[in-house]
Antibody
């Protein structure tokens, strides 16, 4: 079964760092890009950026460039989303998704990771 | 950056009615790279339509997609109670993955 399994919920304080993960299984991890999507409470989906796990090339939405880092470790079929200094406004659900190589759609999604940033 | 505008914001219909959801782009989008998703409360989004008009695996045939260029449509031919959800369009043709703001479908 093809699946993406994300790490568990996180509660952090402003200024702390965080890395969440997304582990792929049931397919060749390096054959599909992984994207990250933010959903703030009660709001819509926002594309953050994506990574090619085969060479770790990544690109970001202008809205998120410089605020997060996307990385991947192909040896363990895992992609990451990282913050160096969290803000309260980073409180959201974060999804990873597998990108279809031909159509660019997201046919496989992780279950989501809730990040809460509060003092 | 391509911006996607979805309309209406909310659609209230009775079971069995036809639902028509619109997605308009600020620039032309290759049809290969236009997708629609359904998201129910507390769940991850689910792919419905890819390539503007192809149904994803396991999606009922009451869901259909159409359009090209800057105007795309998702149609639910006969609304079922389980179709209550928020629907998002997405373009992924410019090294990005912009989403529309979503259309909420309610049962009247």
């Amino acid at each position: 079964e093809v699946q993406l399994v994300q790490s568990g919920a996180e509660v952090k304080k402003p200024g702390e760092s965080l890395r969440i993960s997304c582990k792929g299984s049931g397919y060749s991890f390096t054959n599909y890009w992984i994207s990250w999507v933010r959903q703030m409470p009660g709001k819509g989906l926002e594309w953050m950026g994506r990574i090619d796990p085969s060479d770790s090339y990544s690109n970001y939405s202008p809205s998120f460039q410089g605020h997060v880092t996307i990385s991947a470790d192909k040896s363990i079929s895992t992609a990451y989303l990282q913050w160096s200094s969290l803000k309260a406004s980073d409180t959201a659900m974060y999804y990873c998704a597998r990108v279809h190589p031909t159509y660019g759609d997201y046919g496989v999604w992780g279950q989501g990771t809730t990040v809460t940033v509060s003092s | 950056e391509i911006v996607l505008a979805q309309s209406p914001g909310t659609l209230s219909l009775s079971p069995g009615e036809r639902a028509t959801l619109s997605c308009r782009a600020t620039q032309s989008v290759s049809s290969n790279y236009l997708a629609w998703y359904q998201q129910k409360p507390g769940q991850a989004p689910r792919l419905l339509i890819y390539g503007a008009s192809s149904r994803a695996t396991g999606i009922p045939d009451r869901f259909s997609g159409s359009g090209s260029g800057t105007d795309f449509t998702l149609t639910i031919s006969s609304l079922e109670p389980e179709d209550i959800a928020v629907y998002y369009c997405q373009q992924s043709g410019t090294s990005s993955g912009t989403f529309g703001q979503g259309t909420k479908v309610e049962i009247k």
